[in-house]
């Protein structure tokens, strides 16, 4: 059965410093591959999907950037945080049109 | 562009139904689908329909779809204290290539 999993939980980060969090999918290959952010009382904002190894799709300019270096691993990274970076973030996988799995997210607190 | 719109808060009675409503602009959306997200998870696909359908049920959930007035419901009977959660309605967006969500119903249940 396909599995997705999500790293690390909860994480604090300072101001400035960079960030990574990765996402692997077991299970399947060549899964479209999704990171959202859920702001705190908020919707679900798309950040970055992928269809690919290498294929980055961007949906909101922002200090943040995607890759992914292998199949079933996507990678959610920033150079320098900035407080508004503060959120729930989600990885997703799909292999078909009904509905994505989502992985149990990570909670960033920018202090 | 596309979008999805819900009410935010919904109150209802233990035993009660409980009904979520959800527009979306997308005409051409396919795919139109219910997540559950529980305090600190990530989000659980519910249910979802597809556009050449009018009502899916299963078990104590109903998926009302109306495709003329781009309305989806989500009618969950006898309500239960464990049905507390955010309810997402999504559509698949006319590329096919993501999932747009609407910004969550929390549903709280009172004695």
């Known amino acids: 059965s396909q599995t997705i999993h999500q790293w690390p939980a909860t994480l604090v980060q300072p101001v400035g410093s960079p960030l990574s969090l990765e996402c692997t999918v077991e299970?399947?290959?060549?899964?479209?591959l999704y990171w959202y952010r859920q702001a705190a009382g908020r919707g679900l904002q798309l950040l970055f999907y992928?269809?690919?190894?290498?294929?980055i799709s961007s949906e909101v300019p922002q200090n943040l950037s995607a890759s992914r270096p292998q199949d079933r691993q996507f990678i959610l990274s920033s150079k320098k945080l900035l407080l508004s970076d503060s959120g729930f973030y989600l990885c997703?996988?799909?292999?078909?049109?009904?509905?994505?799995?989502f992985g149990s997210g990570t909670r960033l607190t920018v202090v | 562009g596309e979008d999805v719109e819900q009410s935010l808060f919904l109150s209802v009675r233990e035993g009660d139904s409980s009904v979520i409503n959800c527009t979306y602009t997308?005409?051409?959306?396919?795919?139109l689908y219910w997540y559950k997200q529980e305090p600190g998870a990530g989000l659980q696909l519910l249910t979802y329909?597809?556009?050449?359908?009018d009502m899916k049920q299963d078990q104590r959930l109903t998926v009302l779809l109306n495709k003329k007035d781009k309305h989806l419901s989500l009618r969950i009977a006898d309500t239960q204290t464990g049905d507390s959660a955010i309810y997402f309605c999504?559509?698949?967006?006319?590329?096919?290539?993501?999932?747009?969500f609407g910004s969550g119903t929390r549903l709280s249940i009172r004695p």
């Open positions: 999504a559509e698949l967006d006319s590329s096919a290539s993501k999932i747009i």
């Open positions: 299970g399947t290959s060549n899964p479209n």
């Open positions: 992928s269809v690919g190894i290498g294929q």
């Open positions: 329909i597809f556009s050449n359908m």
């Open positions: 997703a996988w799909s292999g078909t049109n009904y509905g994505y799995t």
């Open positions: 997308d005409s051409s959306s396919t795919y």
